[in-house]
């Protein structure tokens, strides 16, 4: 028998924004007692909601960096102990894990803020741990090797430090010997988009717990497909029906804002972007503005889709970038010819109208850019609540006596929604129209699993 109505204590480091914070309190199964970020222009943030009313809570706010935070100096000033936290949560910065730029060599890991997250959970001793974070890290190597110098080009064979993933095994292998406590863990990747967000964002989320549980995040929810015919099969199973993706006209339709906050495209800028049809990108200008307008861009090969592009109202918004304005990533409105706005950042990010965001234009977008989408943080909070709801009733005893293994989840993070280019010509997407061969193939791989350090257990 559970308790619904028992709220789990959380404390949240890395708050950022409060994307994920957000998620969690929405899901109305947690109180959030404290939040660590560093950045003062964040903490403000947070500040100016909790003091609206904006939160069911009114979190302590640590405005530390978190490599000078004691877990002790919280356990003093929050009045707990060692194992009365059920839930730690957070995101740990790590852009050198990213896929969206370079790579950059991580020699230690454990001198990332990736590791202060598992001091946190050595000393702390959460019930729960929920960590989020670029889809990149579970790739991601010890010791970067650029690919000029990798075996496939003549170099010499990667070492254990260098193969993808030796990060994630590393930190899988030093979370099995926290001394205190042992800690089992799943990793998911996922795509909010999957789960009824109007964006398409991958994402990894970890969940760890000390009670030797297998804690599975839900399968996609929703897929390609129209309002009238939406209701589409995943893994291939009648029973398994998909809602049609939310999209950015869903998120912004109808959003009246009398004072935007906005970083606009310059003069130049609007110049090109004039000439590009909504929904289509560089490939619809003339040849010859194509190469005065990307320079030497026009000669690289693939991941160009993202210049000069005006967004579609009938498709799920691109990942939110930081900055909305750059030629390269434009994010530029389908009927305007203007960057998306702060606030329409936010209804994309799926944070309440109410929110206040402070700073500089700049700041905002960042603080919203990088923010968790709300309900990746909702929907890993119900099922995080569901297993701590399970567990109670035993005791908060171990279940089994050796630790199972750790497991690697794909759920369809990889989504492509249309097509930019076929056969020589650009591919045109237009609203309200069938567009049926702007299409991409469905995925061949929806699901697949496997042991952290043994071969796939495909699933699809």
């Given at each position: 028998?559970?308790?619904?109505?028992?709220?789990?204590?959380?404390?949240?480091?890395?708050?950022?924004?409060?994307?994920?914070?957000?998620?969690?309190?929405?899901?109305?199964?947690?109180?959030?007692?404290?939040?660590?970020?560093?950045?003062?222009?964040?903490?403000?943030?947070?500040?100016?909601?909790?003091?609206?009313?904006?939160?069911?809570?009114?979190?302590?706010?640590?405005?530390?960096?978190?490599?000078?935070?004691?877990?002790?100096?919280?356990?003093?000033?929050?009045?707990?102990?060692?194992?009365?936290?059920?839930?730690?949560?957070?995101?740990p910065p790590c852009q050198s894990f990213s896929t969206a730029g370079r790579r950059a060599t991580v020699q230690d890991p454990r001198g990332t803020l990736l590791w202060d997250f598992l001091r946190f959970v050595e000393i702390l001793q959460p019930k729960v741990f929920l960590m989020e974070n670029v889809r990149g890290l579970l790739s991601a190597a010890v010791n970067h090797?650029?690919?000029?110098?990798?075996?496939?080009?003549?170099?010499?064979?990667?070492?254990?430090?260098?193969?993808?993933?030796?990060?994630?095994?590393?930190?899988?292998?030093?979370l099995r010997r926290l001394g205190n406590t042992s800690y089992r863990m799943d990793c998911f990747e996922v795509n909010a988009v999957n789960y009824g967000a109007p964006q398409l964002r991958e994402r990894a989320i970890f969940i760890g717990n000390r009670f030797n549980e297998i804690i599975d995040f839900p399968k996609p929810t929703h897929g390609p497909g129209t309002r009238?015919?939406?209701?589409?099969?995943?893994?291939?199973?009648?029973?398994?029906?998909?809602?049609?993706?939310?999209?950015?006209?869903?998120?912004?339709?109808?959003?009246?804002?009398?004072?935007?906050?906005?970083?606009?495209?310059?003069?130049?800028?609007?110049?090109?972007?004039?000439?590009?049809?909504?929904?289509?990108?560089?490939?619809?200008?003339?040849?010859?503005?194509?190469?005065?307008?990307?320079?030497?861009?026009?000669?690289?090969?693939?991941?160009?889709?993202?210049?000069?592009?005006?967004?579609?109202?009938?498709?799920?918004?691109?990942?939110?970038?930081?900055?909305?304005?750059?030629?390269?990533?434009?994010?530029?409105?389908?009927?305007?010819?203007?960057?998306?706005?702060?606030?329409?950042?936010?209804?994309?990010?799926?944070?309440?109208?109410?929110?206040?965001?402070?700073?500089?234009?700049?700041?905002?977008?960042?603080?919203?850019?990088?923010?968790?989408?709300?309900?990746?943080?909702?929907?890993?909070?119900?099922?995080?609540?569901?297993?701590?709801?399970?567990?109670?009733?035993?005791?908060?005893?171990?279940?089994?006596?050796?630790?199972?293994?750790?497991?690697?989840?794909?759920?369809?993070?990889?989504?492509?929604?249309?097509?930019?280019?076929?056969?020589?010509?650009?591919?045109?997407?237009?609203?309200?129209?069938?567009?049926?061969?702007?299409?991409?193939?469905?995925?061949?791989?929806?699901?697949?699993?496997?042991?952290?350090?043994?071969?796939?257990?495909?699933?699809?």
């Amino acid at each position: 028998m559970t308790n619904n109505n028992l709220k789990y204590k959380v404390v949240s480091l890395f708050s950022g924004a409060m994307g994920l914070d957000l998620g969690l309190d929405k899901s109305g199964r947690f109180e959030i007692l404290a939040t660590v970020e560093k950045e003062q222009i964040y903490c403000d943030t947070i500040r100016a909601n909790v003091e609206l009313g904006n939160l069911s809570d009114s979190p302590r706010v640590y405005g530390i960096d978190i490599q000078d935070l004691d877990p002790k100096e919280l356990f003093e000033d929050l009045g707990i102990k060692p194992g009365d936290i059920d839930l730690l949560v957070g995101g740990p910065p790590c852009q050198s894990f990213s896929t969206a730029g370079r790579r950059a060599t991580v020699q230690d890991p454990r001198g990332t803020l990736l590791w202060d997250f598992l001091r946190f959970v050595e000393i702390l001793q959460p019930k729960v741990f929920l960590m989020e974070n670029v889809r990149g890290l579970l790739s991601a190597a010890v010791n970067h090797r650029p690919i000029a110098e990798r075996p496939e080009k003549g170099g010499r064979p990667l070492s254990a430090d260098e193969e993808p993933g030796s990060v994630l095994h590393l930190f899988a292998s030093e979370l099995r010997r926290l001394g205190n406590t042992s800690y089992r863990m799943d990793c998911f990747e996922v795509n909010a988009v999957n789960y009824g967000a109007p964006q398409l964002r991958e994402r990894a989320i970890f969940i760890g717990n000390r009670f030797n549980e297998i804690i599975d995040f839900p399968k996609p929810t929703h897929g390609p497909g129209t309002r009238d015919n939406g209701q589409l099969e995943f893994f291939g199973k009648t029973r398994d029906r998909l809602s049609p993706w939310k999209t950015l006209g869903d998120a912004i339709r109808g959003l009246v804002d009398e004072e935007p906050v906005i970083m606009d495209f310059s003069p130049r800028k609007k110049k090109y972007l004039s000439l590009v049809p909504p929904g289509g990108n560089w490939r619809h200008l003339p040849e010859n503005l194509q190469k005065e307008s990307l320079g030497r861009a026009f000669h690289a090969k693939g991941g160009r889709s993202g210049w000069w592009r005006r967004l579609s109202f009938d498709l799920p918004c691109p990942t939110l970038v930081t900055m909305p304005n750059h030629a390269s990533t434009a994010l530029c409105h389908p009927e305007e010819v203007r960057a998306l706005t702060v606030r329409e950042y936010c209804r994309i990010q799926e944070f309440p109208d109410n929110w206040v965001v402070c700073g500089t234009p700049c700041q905002q977008y960042a603080q919203i850019g990088n923010a968790v989408p709300v309900r990746l943080g909702q929907i890993a909070g119900e099922v995080i609540a569901l297993a701590l709801d399970r567990m109670a009733p035993s005791g908060w005893k171990p279940s089994g006596d050796e630790l199972r293994p750790f497991r690697k989840v794909y759920l369809q993070s990889h989504v492509r929604t249309r097509q930019w280019f076929k056969n020589g010509m650009a591919v045109q997407w237009n609203d309200g129209e069938e567009n049926a061969d702007a299409f991409y193939a469905p995925p061949k791989t929806k699901y697949a699993w496997s042991l952290l350090g043994e071969g796939n257990r495909d699933g699809s």
